[in-house]
């Protein structure tokens, strides 16, 4: 029996280690017949975030065109996660402008991420975020599995997502249930309607407004503040004639017809803030996420930029809308932020004055927002008082004003001026105004009589060379010049007024150290020097000063290249040391020309300001011809014993405005704004063409 037993045991092992077996070869054979699945990456777009994916690391297919400036970039190698994904490949090198495959790694976020230009594209600096990535070969690594599809952070359209959190708010809530993050919480000690649930209030469209028959929106997102179409008001200004000279109407226009009804603009409402009134907040996964940063504006258009807008009356509520319009327009354009293009507002009428100034709005949006909430103010339409304004009050550094930045003033008039505008355009020009004019249904020729100044578009302009000038048929066309205004303004190596006799010179000074001057007296003329000096404005790119002293010998204090800011100029001025000994005027000047001005930048006035006490023991003819015939405008100050026939050779032509003298060293003080006027004069006098 026993034996019978163990045989039956050993015959049930001995199947039982067949079936493991058959089981195993089996399964083994199966594995070999299952394929794995593909790995497929996805596509996206040139406009999407490393913040808006979800997953830490992934590979994506970039398209081509992705180096366009519009695709915003933060940071250098590693990248903040609100800039695109495809543009920071390109910047990095990965990918060139035709697209292709990227791997993206999830990164801590920094402090600091630093701008640079790499690749064709402009990256952007940005203090801190909290996240960044970095990217490199979209080569799939060894052990990873990468998501074939990408999951969105927010995956729905913002209209669903609100349908949504609509319906789920009238839901009663259910004892005992924990809120997911992205859903809605009740806010402790707050009641719901009628014990049981919430109906959330809905907004109601404006008095007057119909949602049954909605027309397009008109490119730039016209507010309903701006309404393009005509009242019955608005037409009968428009048909009117001209009252009598120095008053403006507007010629009649086509007729524009308005639809039955128009669209209630449901995109203003936002369910967040009727949530809260309701009693309702975001968890704190939602209601703290950070927003992606502010541009910090396009640096390749770093102007300070005045609009002048025409408030008065004959405009007209419709006129001065679409006025309003175009400045959003060209606001939309504009990358504004304080890295690139700043942006105020002054409107005119009987007097001008700020809406808002260069300081007040630092990116586009605000900017836009700004802009809609103007009002007109009336009156009659004294562009010259505007522009003087401007000049006297607006560009400073307490409005914004950047000092480094172009200034830019752009005058925006409904068919004419009612003052004059030339002489105060010219100050405007002087001071480093670049004016365009933007001259909208201008006099035709049977209202030319009525126009106090002739041709005033053309004296008012920095140049008359057409750039600053732009003139539209009629207000209904004016969008059409937002483009080109933007492209004219950005334009910085065409802005030529912003060179001024203050700011686009190499000033060298030719110091008289003989001993006829002596140690007293010679302070006396650094502190002139110095004091020529501190008119102007210093820099590397502004006015540039250099300064030789000289007896029978010279020598090169310093060059223009030496000293790169007002303090440090003048410093050096003060440590100039008396050297004493004869007075060779002629080798000085020839000295200056080869030492001193040889350095001088190609787009710098060259200016010499030479002070001497005595005549020269050399000829100074040739020297100072040879000075005339390089460009350089000579200014010859003489003391005391100095010749005047000699420095009426020695000056630039004529003698009159480029020779000074005074009898003794302590009225030197009182050359200095007799020179500096004749410095801007001569500069001013150019033609303008």
Request: with cysteine; hydrophobic share 35%; glycine share 8%.
């Amino acid at each position: 029996m026993g034996i019978v037993v163990l045989t039956m045991k050993a015959s049930v092992i001995e199947m039982f280690l067949v079936l493991l077996v058959t089981g195993i070869h089996s399964n083994k054979e199966t594995t070999k017949k299952i394929k794995r699945p593909k790995f497929t990456v996805p596509p996206i777009n040139c406009d999407v975030k490393a913040g808006k994916i979800v997953h830490p690391e992934f590979i994506v297919k970039c398209p081509a065109g992705c180096q366009d400036p519009k695709y915003h970039v933060y940071g250098t190698n590693v990248y903040a996660s609100s800039s695109s994904v495809c543009a920071a490949a390109v910047h990095s090198g990965v990918l060139d402008n035709s697209g292709g495959k990227v791997l993206v790694q999830k990164v801590a976020g920094q402090s600091g991420y630093r701008g640079s230009y790499s690749n064709g594209v402009q990256s952007l600096s940005l203090p801190h975020w909290r996240e960044s990535f970095v990217v490199s070969e979209g080569k799939p690594q060894k052990g990873v599995t990468y998501p074939s599809a990408l999951t969105y952070s927010s995956a729905k359209s913002p209209a669903v997502i609100a349908d949504e959190t609509t319906k789920a708010s009238q839901k009663p809530s259910v004892p005992g249930t924990t809120a997911q993050p992205g859903t809605l919480m009740q806010v402790p000690g707050t009641t719901s309607a009628e014990g049981s649930h919430t109906t959330l209030p809905k907004p109601s469209p404006p008095a007057g407004e119909a949602t049954s028959s909605p027309r397009p929106q008109p490119a730039g997102h016209r507010s309903q503040q701006l309404d393009p179409w005509p009242t019955a008001s608005d037409t009968s200004s428009q048909n009117s004639p001209r009252a009598s000279p120095g008053t403006k109407s507007r010629r009649s226009g086509a007729a524009i017809q308005k639809p039955a009804g128009r669209r209630w603009d449901t995109g203003m409402w936002k369910p967040g803030s009727v949530l809260l009134e309701a009693g309702f907040v975001l968890n704190e996964e939602t209601s703290t996420q950070p927003l992606d940063p502010v541009s910090q504006g396009d640096p390749n258009c770093r102007v300070d930029l005045a609009f002048l807008i025409d408030g008065s009356a004959g405009i007209g509520g419709r006129r001065f809308r679409i006025q309003k319009q175009f400045l959003a327009d060209v606001a939309q354009a504009l990358d504004v932020g304080p890295a690139g293009p700043l942006v105020g507002v002054v409107q005119y009428g009987d007097n001008p004055a700020t809406q808002f100034n260069l300081k007040t709005h630092m990116n586009s949006q605000d900017l836009k927002a700004a802009i809609e909430k103007i009002t007109q103010r009336g009156g009659l339409s004294n562009v010259g008082q505007a522009i003087s304004f401007v000049t006297k009050s607006f560009f400073s550094k307490a409005n914004g004003n950047r000092g480094g930045a172009p200034n830019v003033a752009v005058v925006l008039v409904d068919g004419w001026p009612t003052d004059m505008v030339e002489e105060a355009s010219r100050l405007a020009r002087e001071s480093g105004i670049n004016i365009f004019f933007i001259t909208v249904e201008g006099a035709v020729e049977h209202e030319k009589p009525y126009v106090m100044e002739p041709n005033f578009a053309s004296k008012a302009v920095c140049r008359t060379n057409g750039f600053y000038s732009l003139s539209v048929p009629s207000w209904f066309s004016l969008h059409k010049s937002a483009q080109p205004l933007v492209k004219r303004v950005c334009d910085a190596g065409r802005l030529a007024c912003s060179k001024t006799c203050l700011n686009s010179a190499d000033l060298g000074f030719v110091v008289d150290g003989s001993s006829s001057v002596g140690t007293a007296n010679f302070r006396t003329v650094l502190q002139f020097v110095a004091n020529l000096s501190r008119e102007f404005e210093i820099s590397d790119t502004d006015t540039r000063v250099g300064a030789v002293q000289y007896t029978y010998e010279q020598r090169l204090e310093f060059g223009f290249d030496a000293y790169r800011t007002k303090p440090d100029v003048l410093s050096a001025i003060r440590r100039v040391g008396y050297w004493s000994g004869g007075t060779s005027t002629g080798a000085a000047i020839n000295y200056a020309l080869e030492r001193l001005f040889k350095e001088s930048k190609p787009n710098k006035r060259k200016l010499m300001v030479l002070i001497t006490d005595g005549r020269s023991y050399d000829d100074i003819r040739i020297p100072a011809m040879a000075a005339h015939l390089k460009g350089v405008i000579t200014y010859a100050v003489g003391i005391a014993w100095a010749a005047q026939d000699e420095l009426d050779v020695i000056a630039t032509h004529p003698a009159r405005d480029h020779a000074f003298f005074v009898d003794e060293f302590d009225s030197l003080h009182t050359l200095v704004p007799k020179v500096i006027r004749n410095i801007c004069a001569e500069f001013n006098s150019r033609p303008r063409n």
